[in-house]
C-alpha cells in the first residue's frame, strides 16, 4: 500500500491532525491484515469502508487506492470528522494522491452518534483511528485558541470519551461480516474495552499489530461481530 | 456533496425519527465537475442506488435532464445509460445549500461541499 501525500498548500495542515506513528500504524495493519482477513460478500464487487475521524484523510485515500488489498474489488469510502477542516483536506489529499471522486465522500458527522446507522448501507469495513489521550479538564497541551484540532487527540480524563460511545454504537453501522480496525494506546486499557466494551455489544476484538512510540504503547485491534468471526 | 452521498445519508439518527429518507435537498450553489467514469463501478453501485430520489434530486437543483426518471434494465451493457448516471452521482455537486429531515423539518446545511450531519446530543437519546 502506497502512502498518500499530503497537500501542504490547502491553507488546511495546520487546523487538522497530521499524521503520526498511530496513522502510520494503523496503515500498517490493514496493509497486512486486509488481504487475509477481508471476505466482505463476493457477489459484489463494490467494498463499502467507513472511516470515522479521517483527519487528514490519509487513511481513507490509502484505502480508496487499494483494490489489491481487497481482492480486486472497487472501495467506495466514505469519511467522517467532526472538524470541517479535515473533511476539505480529505476530499483534497484524495484528489492529490488521484483517488477517483466517485470513491471517497467526506461528511461531517459524530462518531459517537452512530446507535441509529444515518447511512443506508452497512459497512464491511470500518476504521478508526480515535482521539485516545488521556486530558484531565483544564489540561490544555497547546494552543488554547485550537478547539477543533484538540478534539484530534483529546480523549477525555481517561481516554476512552469517544472510544466507549463509538464502540458500543458501532455495530449498528458494521456488515454482520464486517471488519473494524481500531487504534488503541495502552492508556485506554484495550482488554478492558474488548471484554466490557465490545464483547457485551456482540463484538469479539482481538490485537493484529502493536508498536511503542516514544511513551506510548500502540496497538491495531481488530473486531468482527461474534458468531461469524473467523478462526 | 455528490449526489451519490445525497442519496445514501438518512436523519435516522434523530431520536423518534422513523425512516428519514429521502432528505429535501435546497441547493444555492451547484458545481459540475468532470471525473473519471468507471464503468463496472457505476453498474455495482446502481443497485444500492434509489433512483427515484436520485432523480427527484437532480429535478430539485436544475438537473432536469441528466437522467431519465427511471433506471434501465440493461444498464450493465448500456454505456450511455452508466454515463449519464455517473454523471448524476458523482460530478453533479452541491457546494452550498441544506438538507431537510422530512419528518422533523431539521435542517443540515452544505457548505463548502461538505454535508453537516452533526447533531446535538439531546436530539440523539
Ligand atoms: C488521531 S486523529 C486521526 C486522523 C487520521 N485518521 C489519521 O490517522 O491520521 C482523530 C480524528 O478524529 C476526529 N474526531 C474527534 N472526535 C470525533 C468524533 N466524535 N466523531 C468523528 N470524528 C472525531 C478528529 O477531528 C481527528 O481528525
New interface residues.
Given amino acids: 500500500m502506497e502512502t498518500p501525500i499530503i497537500p501542504s498548500d490547502t491553507g488546511l495542515n495546520e487546523l487538522v491532525y497530521e499524521p503520526a506513528e498511530d496513522s502510520f500504524l494503523l496503515l500498517d495493519a490493514l496493509e497486512q491484515d486486509l488481504v487475509k482477513s477481508f471476505q466482505g460478500n463476493l457477489s459484489e464487487d463494490v467494498v463499502n469502508v467507513l472511516e470515522v475521524g479521517c483527519g487528514s484523510g490519509i487513511i481513507s485515500t490509502a484505502i480508496a487506492k487499494s483494490e489489491k488489498l481487497l481482492n480486486g474489488r472497487l472501495p467506495c469510502v466514505f469519511a467522517l470528522d467532526v472538524n470541517p477542516n479535515a473533511c476539505l483536506l480529505t476530499e483534497k489529499t484524495g484528489e492529490a494522491n488521484q483517488v477517483a471522486t466517485s470513491s471517497l465522500h467526506a461528511v461531517l458527522f459524530d462518531g459517537r452518534h452512530c446507535s441509529r446507522n444515518p447511512f443506508r448501507v452497512q459497512f464491511d469495513i470500518i476504521i478508526c483511528n480515535p482521539p485516545y489521550v488521556p486530558i484531565l479538564p483544564g489540561e490544555n497541551t497547546e494552543d488554547e485558541n485550537s478547539g477543533l484540532l484538540q478534539q484530534s487527540w483529546d480523549g477525555g480524563p481517561d481516554g476512552n470519551r469517544f472510544i466507549c460511545p463509538f464502540l458500543s454504537n458501532v455495530h449498528h453501522l458494521l456488515n454482520d461480516d464486517g471488519l473494524l480496525y481500531m487504534l488503541l494506546s495502552t492508556w485506554n486499557d484495550p482488554e478492558m474495552l474488548v471484554k466490557d466494551v465490545a464483547l457485551p455489544n456482540g463484538l469479539n476484538g482481538v490485537e493484529v499489530i502493536k508498536r511503542t512510540a516514544g511513551r506510548e504503547r500502540l496497538s491495531v485491534w481488530k473486531f468482527q461481530k461474534i458468531g461469524l468471526s473467523s478462526v | ?2 449526489l ?2 445525497h ?7 434523530i431520536k423518534n ?1 422513523k425512516v ?2 429521502p432528505l429535501k435537498l435546497n441547493a444555492a450553489e451547484v458545481k459540475v ?1 468532470p ?2 467514469f ?1 464503468s ?3 453498474s ?2 446502481l443497485p ?1 442506488i ?1 433512483w427515484g430520489v436520485l432523480y427527484e434530486a437532480t429535478q430539485s437543483i436544475g438537473h432536469a435532464e441528466a437522467i431519465p426518471s427511471s433506471i434501465s434494465d440493461d444498464y450493465e451493457k448500456n454505456e450511455d445509460f452508466l454515463r449519464k448516471a ?1 454523471h448524476a ?2 460530478e453533479i455537486e452541491v457546494i452550498n445549500g441544506e438538507m431537510i429531515c422530512p419528518e422533523t423539518g431539521r435542517k443540515f446545511p452544505i ?9 446535538n446530543e439531546d436530539e ?1 437519546n
Fill in positions: 456533496m455528490k451519490f452521498t442519496n445514501m445519508l438518512t436523519s435516522k439518527m425519527v428519514g429518507y465537475t471525473s473519471e468507471r463496472t463501478y457505476v455495482r453501485m444500492k434509489d455517473h452521482l458523482f457548505k463548502d461541499g461538505i454535508p453537516n450531519m452533526l447533531v440523539v
